[in-house]
Antibody, heavy 117, light 109 residues
Framework: QVQLQQWGAGLLKPSETLSLTCAVY????????WSWIRQPPGKRLEWIGQ???????NYNPSLKSRVTISVDTSKNQFSLNLSSVTAADTAVYYC???????????WGQGTLVTVSS | EIVLTQSPGTLSLSPGERATLSCRAS???????LAWYQQKPGQAPRLLIF???SRATGTPDRFSGSGSETDFTLTISRLEPEDFAVYYC??????????FGQGTRLEIK
């Protein structure tokens, strides 16, 4: 059974860059896309983007200018960078494995990222 | 972008009752690529239903999905105590751009 474990800084100042990493255990990065989703407090889930093992990416148009998702197949990990953060980027961030063309089947535990001066 | 609107915002029911949750899309969802997720406090969402009506592995058969194009429904036939949670619909028909509804909170009456 695949498991995803994520980590990264939980407190940022405005204008800093958010960096999170998700490690995949019990499965290879091959054959699937891997995504990042976030959930601001009390708000709906928001899809950030996805990547496959060869580095092919798709991003949410509303975040595209600030987002970079990368993959490290040697470590079986993928990462999220979100630049120039503001308070509006405060959210729980999740990594997930994508199946069936867009379903988030397996999820990481979530990381609360707070942006505050 | 397809906007998903869920109703009601909050649904108060008792164990044993039937729950009906609605998800309406601003445009037709292609190939019925509509999913439902359950989220409990402090947990990641869990996939329940995909392709509008197919149960994911491990989803109890008291959960059923229906609908097409712009109107979709999640029905829980007889509520169990563990079913009280927040439910989100998601469209993945316009993949790779994916959107979620704002959620329906199912609470114990």
């Amino acid at each position: 059974q695949v498991q995803l474990q994520q980590w990264g800084a939980g407190l940022l100042k405005p204008s800093e860059t958010l960096s999170l990493t998700c490690a995949v255990y019990g499965g290879s990065l091959d054959l699937y896309y891997w995504s990042w989703i976030r959930q601001p407090p009390g708000k709906r889930l928001e899809w950030i983007g996805q990547i496959n093992h060869s580095g092919s990416t798709n991003y949410n148009p509303s975040l595209k200018s600030r987002v970079t998702i990368s993959v490290d197949t040697s470590k079986n990990q993928f990462s999220l960078n979100l630049s120039s953060v503001t308070a509006a980027d405060t959210a729980v961030y999740y990594c997930a494995r994508v199946v069936g063309g867009g379903l988030q089947k397996h999820w990481g535990q979530g990381t609360l990222v707070t942006v505050s001066s | 972008e397809i906007v998903l609107t869920q109703s009601p915002g909050t649904l108060s029911l008792s164990p044993g009752e039937r729950a009906t949750l609605s998800c309406r899309a601003s445009q037709s969802v292609s190939s019925n690529h509509l999913a439902w997720y359950q989220q409990k406090p402090g947990q990641a969402p869990r996939l329940l239903i995909f392709a509008a009506s197919s149960r994911a592995t491990g989803t109890p058969d008291r959960f059923s999905g229906s609908g097409s194009e712009t109107d979709f429904t999640l029905t829980i036939s007889r509520l169990e105590p563990e079913d009280f949670a927040v439910y989100y619909c998601q469209q993945y028909g316009r993949s790779p751009s994916i959107t979620f509804g704002q959620g329906t909170r199912l609470e114990i009456k």
